[in-house]
T-cell receptor, first 112, second 111 residues
Framework: SQTIHQWPATLVQPVGSPLSLECTVE??????LYWYRQAAGRGLQLLFY??????ISSEVPQNLSASRPQDRQFILSSKKLLLSDSGFYLC???????????FGNGTRLTVT | QKEVEQDPGPLSVPEGAIVSLNCTYS??????FMWYRQYSRKGPELLMY????GNKEDGRFTAQVDKSSKYISLFIRDSQPSDSATYLC???????????FGRGTSLIVHP
C-alpha cells in the first residue's frame, strides 16, 4: 500500500532563516505531488504541484520554492522566511488525473 | 462567489445523532466529488470518493451528489465523539489534477 511521509511535524524558525520541508511517497511510482498551506479559517491554499520530475507548477507567487529531485520526493524551500510564512504545510500525492489526493500529517511552521 | 461553499460551523450534535454535512458549488463541470475528515493538527484523510450523481455508502457514512442542484452531502449515522473533526468537501473537473476544496465544517459530537 502507498504511504506518505512528511517531516518535521513541528518547526520553529526565526525570521530570515532558510527552510526545507521534505515529503516522500512509498508504494507508487510517478505520483502527482502537491504542497498546500492551511491557515485557520482560510481553507487549503495550493502552493505547488508536480506531475513529474522537472515539472513543477507554482500557484501562488511568494517567498517559497519547490523541487522534485527524485520521483517520489518533493521538497518545499525558502531562502529567507517571513513572519507571514507561518502556517500548517501539507504534502499530498495522487495517481492519475481525477484520482483523490492523499495527505501527509503536515508540518506546523512557526516563524518568530 | 466562491466555487465551493461550505458552512464552517461549528455543528454540535449529541452522540447517536444523524449528521448532515453539505457543500454547494457553482461549476457545472465538476464530475468527481470527495469528502475528507481532518482531526486537529493532522492532515486530511479521504473518507469518500464519488463520480457524477448518486449515492455511495461506506459503513456509517453516505455520500450523496445532486448535480442538478449543484449540491453534495455527507451523512454520518450513529455519530460518535470520535467523529468530532473538520470535514472538507472537494471536487474536480474531468481530466483535472487539481481539486477545489471547501473550507471545511467543524463537527462536534458530544457524549
Amino acid at each position: 500500500s502507498q504511504t506518505i511521509h512528511q517531516w518535521p511535524a513541528t518547526l520553529v524558525q526565526p525570521v530570515g532563516s532558510p527552510l526545507s520541508l521534505e515529503c516522500t511517497v512509498e508504494g507508487t511510482s510517478n505520483p502527482n505531488l502537491y504542497w498546500y498551506r492551511q491557515a485557520a479559517g482560510r481553507g487549503l491554499q495550493l502552493l505547488f504541484y508536480s506531475v513529474g520530475i522537472g515539472q513543477i507548477s507554482s500557484e501562488v507567487p511568494q517567498n517559497l520554492s519547490a523541487s522534485r529531485p527524485q520521483d517520489r520526493q518533493f521538497i518545499l524551500s525558502s531562502k529567507k522566511l517571513l513572519l507571514s510564512d507561518s502556517g500548517f504545510y501539507l504534502c499530498a500525492w495522487s495517481g492519475t488525473a481525477n484520482s483523490p489526493l492523499h495527505f501527509g500529517n503536515g508540518t506546523r511552521l512557526t516563524v518568530t | 462567489q466562491k466555487e465551493v461553499e461550505q458552512d464552517p460551523g461549528p455543528l454540535s450534535v449529541p452522540e447517536g445523532a444523524i449528521v448532515s454535512l453539505n457543500c454547494t458549488y457553482s461549476n457545472s463541470a465538476f464530475q468527481y466529488f470527495m469528502w475528507y475528515r481532518q482531526y486537529s493538527r493532522k492532515g486530511p484523510e479521504l473518507l469518500m470518493y464519488t463520480y457524477s450523481s448518486g449515492n455511495k455508502e461506506d459503513g456509517r457514512f453516505t455520500a450523496q451528489v445532486d448535480k442538478s442542484s449543484k449540491y453534495i452531502s455527507l451523512f454520518i449515522r450513529d455519530s460518535q465523539p470520535s467523529d468530532s473533526a473538520t470535514y472538507l468537501c472537494a471536487m474536480s473537473e474531468g481530466g483535472s489534477y487539481i481539486p477545489t476544496f471547501g473550507r471545511g465544517t467543524s463537527l462536534i459530537v458530544h457524549p
